[in-house]
């Protein structure tokens, strides 16, 4: 198979789809690699690396989606390049369609066959694809939460951590996955008091044994959500519904009652965000005000550390892009009911339901789509 992998476009995106090492696997198992010039440069991985490991640069992306059987991305195609994609081309990245419709319908009119990173399961009912960027998102939230608290960018000027003498900072989580989880162990480490919210009581009770009394756990309700967010310095909202829109957890007239310069991260965005006052943002801009609290809604977080990410990422995509390129996508997702989950558009049918409920479309099986 011709595997593709374009520059990425989006503000401030500079992870790419296939590392040198991945190239390099693809090519032994028999494989064709195409990579647009400069695609890894942001990262610090050059043409010269690429070719190295066997690939083949070329100039355009134009080339790269003309050319390429399968194309591997981060993050889901822009409008441009899905005119650029075409009937029977297989589509392998991040898609996250529920919240855009847009792109859902530019993707089903282009024929191609769309598989999300982010619905791909495994056999313990998680999403190994979209772990590794919870992981570095749920990270970074902290992060970047605690540099939104700064005086100078706008917040309360609290530190997380505190003093000897004064109190730390307040951080509540919503959600015990693995964002959250991740969250909560950077939240800890900086020595905030840390507040999760989780509606499964197994999990409440898994995440108590794993931080074993540092971290406070609470079982999430109307109520409960209203009391610990408005008293919080940071709230992370780290909630997901694989494959559907994220619900609206902290309405405006809950942020009305929180403290002026208190800051909002909101992990969720990708999936439309968990907040009525949401809305996408990016790393050259990537916090905005509503009711006096401080939202920072960027769209592409682990793209701020991309090198860190690429690799992560990859550690995770490579075997499915290995499956779909050794076997072809239709006895790869024949065989694999996992790999299939991902498949999210086919031929301009959508095979996800969640998200033909959100968007309104007909929901085609991915067993009926692909005739098994």
């Known amino acids: 198979m011709l595997v593709g992998v374009p520059k990425e476009i989006k503000n401030n ?45 070329v100039s355009t992306p ?5 050319r390429a059987e399968m194309v591997v991305k981060v993050k889901e195609p822009q409008p441009n390049e899905c005119k650029m994609l075409r009937p029977g081309q297989v589509l392998y990245t991040y898609l996250h369609l529920a919240p855009d419709p847009e792109q859902t319908k530019l993707l089903v009119e ?21 772990a590794p960027m919870s992981e570095v998102a749920g990270r970074m939230s902290i992060q970047a939460g605690a540099h939104a608290l700064e005086k100078s960018q706008g917040g309360r000027g609290v530190l997380l951590g505190g003093v000897p003498g004064v109190q730390p900072g307040k951080v509540v ?15 800890v480490g900086m020595g905030a008091d840390v507040t999760i919210l989780d509606r499964s009581l ?16 609470a079982y999430s309700t109307v109520d409960k959500v209203e009391e610990l967010v408005v008293n919080a310095d940071l709230v992370v909202g780290a909630v997901l519904i694989p494959g559907a829109a994220a619900p609206k ?15 909002f991260v909101d992990i969720a965005i990708d999936q439309g965000g ?52 050794d076997k072809g996508y239709r006895k790869a997702l024949a065989d694999d009911v996992h790999l299939r989950n991902g498949l999210n ?8 339901k969640a998200v033909a409920d959100d968007l309104g479309y007909d929901y085609v099986p991915a067993e009926e789509a692909l005739g098994l």
């Open 110 to 130: 282009s024929g191609c066959i769309a598989i999300a990173y982010e619905t791909v399961t495994d056999a313990n009912g998680g999403l190994p694809l979209l």
């Open 173 to 187: 989580i919503i959600g015990g996955g693995v964002s959250g989880t991740h969250a909560a162990k950077m939240a």
């Open 202 to 217: 197994p999990r409440l009770r898994q995440l108590d044994d794993i931080f074993r009394g540092t971290v406070a756990t």
């Open 249 to 263: 957890l902290i309405t405006r007239d809950i942020l009305k009652k929180m403290h002026d310069g208190a800051v």
């Open 62 to 66: 134009a080339e790269v989606f003309e």
């Open 274 to 325: 968990c907040a009525e006052t949401s809305h996408a943002t990016t790393h050259a801009e990537p916090t905005f005000v509503e009711e006096g609290v401080v939202h920072y809604c960027v769209a592409n977080m682990p793209g701020g550390v991309a090198r860190t990410s690429t690799f992560a990422l990859n550690n995770a995509t490579l075997p499915g892009a290995l499956a779909l390129a």
């Open 13 to 57: 995106e500079f992870r790419v789809g296939l590392v040198p090492s991945s190239v390099r696997e693809l090519v032994h198992h028999g494989h064709q690699v195409i990579v647009e010039t400069q695609a890894g440069a942001g990262i610090g991985i050059f043409d010269e690396d690429y070719v190295a490991a066997g690939a083949e640069i």
């Open 345 to 352: 558009v086919h031929e301009g049918k959508v095979t996800y």
